[in-house]
Nanobody, 126 residues
Framework: ALQLVESGGGSVQVGGSLRVSCRAS????????MGWFRQAPGKEREGVAS???????SYADSVKGRFTISRDNAQNTLYLQMNSLKPEDTAMYYC????????????????????WGQGTQVTVSS
């Protein structure tokens, strides 16, 4: 089965940048739809960004222009570059994957993502 392990979380000040990674094993990430989700304390988990096997990307409105999802097929790793971070970006960030021949599922349909990592914490402080 596809296994996902996130890393790169940490603490950063408002306006700073951070890149989180998700290393996959078992299958090639290039063949999968990959996504980033996050869950803040007391809130439901929400979709952040996704990238399909054709490198088409989708972003939540709250992160458009600040976050970039990318994939390094040689390293079998998914990334989320986060710039201009805000306190409301504080959350546990999870990567997820699902096999799709076409576009990724809507970011709001989390149940369509079959594989999940354990998460990495991102904290933005003022």
């Amino acid at each position: 089965a596809l296994q996902l392990v996130e890393s790169g979380g940490g603490s950063v000040q408002v306006g700073g940048s951070l890149r989180v990674s998700c290393r996959a094993s078992g299958y090639l990430v290039s063949a999968y739809c990959m996504g980033w989700f996050r869950q803040a304390p007391g809130k439901e988990r929400e979709g952040v960004a996704s990238i399909d096997r054709y490198d088409r990307t989708s972003y939540a409105d709250s992160v458009k222009g600040r976050f970039t999802i990318s994939r390094d097929n040689a390293q079998n790793t998914l990334y989320l570059q986060m710039n201009s971070l805000k306190p409301e970006d504080t959350a546990m960030y999870y990567c997820a994957a699902v096999w799709r021949s076409g576009s990724c599922p809507n970011l709001g349909v989390q149940a369509d993502f079959a594989y999940w990592g354990q998460g990495t914490q991102v904290t933005v402080s003022s």
